[in-house]
């Protein structure tokens, strides 16, 4: 089962955000969509999303996701916004209880508590939201996904998680928590796919990696093949050196600077 | 300890907020059927009907046909402006909404103008098929003319953008507002005077026929409103992200323009130009219960009822004998309770 974008064309009037892009995503995996600013990573996450109209094909499970409706689709994957903004102050867990909405987990009332406990606020329930810092409220909207999609398998169909950077506003402790609680969603059957900034968090958390670079799709596949000197220096445009230090021989991305 | 039917018996704290504001409603209630300016009053009324004695012409008459009509009326009015206003600050995501903002009020106001001055042109056939009641009649064609001509401006295939119905309604408020100063130039005193007075609001002109005529279309509104607080509650998310949890977006605003439209089109074209209710109420609800719409919306409609009948027997009381317009006594109450909020609150709205 798995998340297939086919050719994926979207314009904003006479400029093209992306152009023809494909990319299959696979449930047990974390996908990640790296590139530069305005290569297309969000573009193509609103089309992933539904939020965006686009040309071309998604698929969700087999289905066609524009043949969908809202309360369908929410049942199946959950999207982490890179706003956490809310107009109203709610207190914090009945931001998370929306992640109901979908009625998913609608007969587990003690859910939201447990996805709040998750991302390490369970002793925030209470507070108001507007009180919470930039990284806290990012965190809150994570565990109101996490609530939608609490089983990363239901009926047999693995469930999807779609982050939209989703540790922008956070420290590097709490980066990695996000991120494992990502990769153990994946690990237990669900999929995830994210878009992300930081290339090393990437190729420490990502089973696969797409490169976007002007709304093209410049590589795709494991971290190994993909992180490589030459795809990133032509995607950033600028020098970069890729090593693989022990032990784990992970990816490692360093700047060189342009004028030593 | 509570055992589990204990906590299933005690109502929840919305619950409860729901109990002291209907109390609070009905004593504004016997408050406004006691007051006014015939010496007739309820302890009088209820002594009669101990004793088993009839009620004298006048007083049914003053009961029957001027004070409760004038309290449904109220209720009415204050219920659907305060409802119009929590729906809308809860689709444009700002506590600063109000009916106004779609336009219902500017129509409402263009209609009950061009009634007023140009309304003596029409045949008198035409006129007496109105039944006197060419203005309220305008005032309800016009605002739902204004809404609609708005949602249209707004909707691109099959999207509605809250940002341009927003821009969209001060255009519309601008364009009407300088139609109704074409044919305030063009009015004689008389039609000068009753257009201010229309400006101001009144429940001086309540009727049973008038309750009778807004009252379902108020009520259906409130109705269909009060199923769409966990839409709303998403939407405070942000339209894309209320679309994720499950919530059909689309057909949520046009539930909560409608419902905003006829509650509002309905209380204007009674009441006439009533301001403040809309915007203080939710806000008054929202300190005391928080922002859920689930307890917002039903909390907004009984406080603004509550609020609005109490408004009208401070009109009826202050310089009895004669009676002041409405739409004064919510602005002098509801400015400085309004300017109060604001000083109280130091993080800002929202």
Known sequence: ?260 | MASLSDIALAPSRPARLHLWLAAALVLAALASLQVGAADVTLSALAGKFMRGEALSPLERLILWDIRLPRLAMGALVGAGLAVSGAILQGLFRNPLADPGIVGVTAGGMLGAILAIVLGGLLPAAHLARTGGQLVPLAAFLGSWGATLLLYRVSTRGGRTSVATMLLAGIALAALAGALAGILIYMADDQQLRDLTFWNMGSLAGASWPKVLAAGPLVALALGAAMTLGRGLNGLAMGEATAAHIGINVQRLKTAAVLCAAAATGAAVAIAGAIGFVGIVVPHLVRLAAGPDHRTLLPASALLGATLLTLADVIARVIVAPAELPIGIVTAVLGAPVFLWILLRRKGGLA
């Open chain 1, 1 to 260: 089962m798995s998340f297939i974008a086919t050719d994926i064309h979207v314009r904003y009037g006479p400029r093209e955000a992306l152009r023809r892009v494909s990319l299959t995503a696979r449930a047990g995996e974390l996908t990640a969509i790296v590139g530069p600013n305005g290569s297309g990573k969000s573009t193509l996450m609103g089309a992933l999303t539904g939020t965006l109209p686009f040309d071309g094909s998604v698929t969700l499970n087999g289905q066609d996701i524009t043949r969908q409706r809202p309360w369908q689709l929410a049942a199946q994957r959950a999207v982490l916004p890179q706003d956490s903004r809310l107009a109203f102050d709610f207190p914090v867990i009945e931001v998370v209880r929306m992640g109901l909405q979908a009625g998913t987990a609608g007969d587990r009332p003690e859910v939201p508590m447990q996805a709040l406990a998750r991302v390490g606020l369970a002793h925030y329930a209470t507070r108001s939201f507007h009180a919470l810092s930039g990284g806290e409220a990012q965190r809150v909207m994570l565990a109101r996904v996490l609530a939608q999609v609490w089983e990363p398998v239901a009926d047999g169909q693995p469930r999807w998680l779609l982050l939209d950077e989703p540790v922008s506003s956070l420290d590097i402790g709490h980066q990695l928590q996000v991120m494992e609680i990502a990769r153990d969603f994946a690990r237990s059957g669900g999929g995830v796919i994210a878009v992300m900034h930081d290339l090393n968090l990437t190729a420490l958390y990502a089973d696969r990696i797409a490169v976007l670079a002007g709304g093209d799709r410049l590589a795709f596949g494991p971290p190994t093949e993909v992180l490589t000197d030459g795809t990133l220096s032509r995607a950033y445009g600028c020098a970069l050196r890729v090593s693989a230090p022990p032990p784990q021989h992970v990816p490692y991305i360093l700047p060189h600077a342009a004028t030593p």
